[in-house]
């Protein structure tokens, strides 16, 4: 989400020719550093997320309702990294808008649209997670393709409501105008924030949803600490005891979570005070850093909701070793349903034949092997 820049002054025989840009420009060795980061931000950015799609489009074991979230999460993130952050690049370095208050005010809807898309599908996969873990035997009939069909269409009507809506008919600035149109020298492209845009669209967008998340992430966390005592309970010290330790899932959700907080809590912390206190207390370096942190979080969502996840692992390598998805899956750990217990439990099972593992969590509710695998997505 960035502010708004205007369109540059017309040369020769223009009374703004001698205007200066609020903001200094770069040093030049500074420049291309800068420039050199922010364009490895962007291509991590862009092939993270196409390796996403990728991953699956070509396996079918991939082709999940929950895994759907995550494509549509890396579609938002991938169009972010096309139309929105090679233009933020370019401001950051010549710290001029140079294309016109038109397409500024373009360029911050799609900006503000693609992050808070972004963000709400972050939150849309935290429930699928939630429900899969506390309700696993009810799981298909609450989370089902029309109701993830119908998430995904509020999801993109509240990002546009917030967006293009607000900004065009000038419901973001202070005055009643639309930003960017009346002053005709400055080569800024900021957002505009009053207080009722800045409150309503932080709290809509990042404070309500990340209460939800914390909320949601720590009952995860909970069912999947009682699941690790009672499996290290059953299977005891066996020569080859399930992988499975409280304290992955612990680190793991903490990643999770900890990196969205990292990255869009400072920017939606100036965002409300850029509307509380005013435009002009936050601008230059700071905002630059809060917002590019924002930025970092589209690159991160392939990492944290793909690598973290065993079965896009296997996928990803199979796309980077240019094999067929169809090929037989190696992660190199034991399944845990092919692992054989000891004493009488072990007794009397074909060799080969998968071990059905079943446990109960705190309310006594049956986890099936797919509920346990909902949770071990985090492991």
């Not at 020719?17 to 291509?43: E, P």
């Not at 105008?177 to 845009?197: D, F, H, I, K, R």
Request: contains cysteine; proline residues 5%; charged residues 15%.
């Amino acid at each position: 989400m960035r502010a708004g820049l205007l369109h540059p002054c017309s040369y020769t025989m223009d009374p703004c020719y001698n205007h200066t840009s609020s903001q200094k420009r770069m040093d030049l060795h500074l420049q291309v550093v800068a420039g050199f980061f922010l364009a490895i931000l962007i291509v991590i950015t862009l092939c993270g997320n196409i390796i996403v799609c990728l991953a699956v489009i070509c396996d079918r074991r991939l082709r999940s309702l929950t895994n759907y979230i995550i494509v549509s999460l890396a579609i938002t993130d991938l169009l972010l990294g096309l139309l929105v952050l090679p233009f933020s690049a370019l401001y950051e370095l010549n710290r001029e808008w140079l294309l016109g208050s038109v397409f500024c005010n373009i360029y911050i809807s799609l900006d503000v649209m693609l992050c808070t898309a972004s963000i709400l599908n972050l939150f849309m996969i935290s429930l699928d997670r939630y429900f899969a873990v506390t309700t696993p035997l009810r799981y298909c009939q609450v989370v089902t393709r029309p109701r993830v069909a119908v998430g995904l269409v509020v999801i993109w009507t509240v990002s546009l409501m917030v967006s293009f809506l607000p900004i065009h008919l000038g419901w973001n600035t202070k005055g009643t105008g639309v930003q960017n149109t009346n002053a005709s020298c400055s080569q800024e492209c900021m957002l505009e924030v009053n207080m009722a845009y800045g409150l309503f669209v932080a709290l809509l967008t990042f404070y309500i949803p990340l209460v939800i998340m914390c909320i949601t992430y720590y009952r995860i966390l909970k069912i999947a600490r009682e699941q690790a005592k009672r499996i290290n309970h059953t299977w005891g010290n066996t020569p080859m005891p399930p992988m499975v330790k409280e304290h992955k899932a612990t680190v793991t959700l903490a990643v999770v979570l900890g990196a969205f907080i990292v990255c869009w809590f400072p920017y939606f912390t100036v965002f409300a005070y850029r509307g509380v206190q005013g435009d002009s207390k936050v601008k230059g370096t700071p905002m630059s850093i809060v917002l590019w942190l924002g930025y970092a979080n589209s690159a991160l969502n392939p990492i944290l909701y793909g690598t973290l996840n065993r079965d896009f692992r296997v996928a990803y390598q199979h796309l980077l070793r240019c094999r067929r998805a169809g090929q037989p899956r190696n992660s190199g750990l034991p399944p845990l349903q092919k692992a054989q217990p000891r004493g009488r439990q072990g007794q009397g099972r074909q060799e080969g034949k998968p071990l059905k593992l079943e446990v109960r969590n705190e309310n006594g509710t049956l986890l099936t092997d797919e509920a346990l695998k909902s949770t071990g997505a985090f492991l």
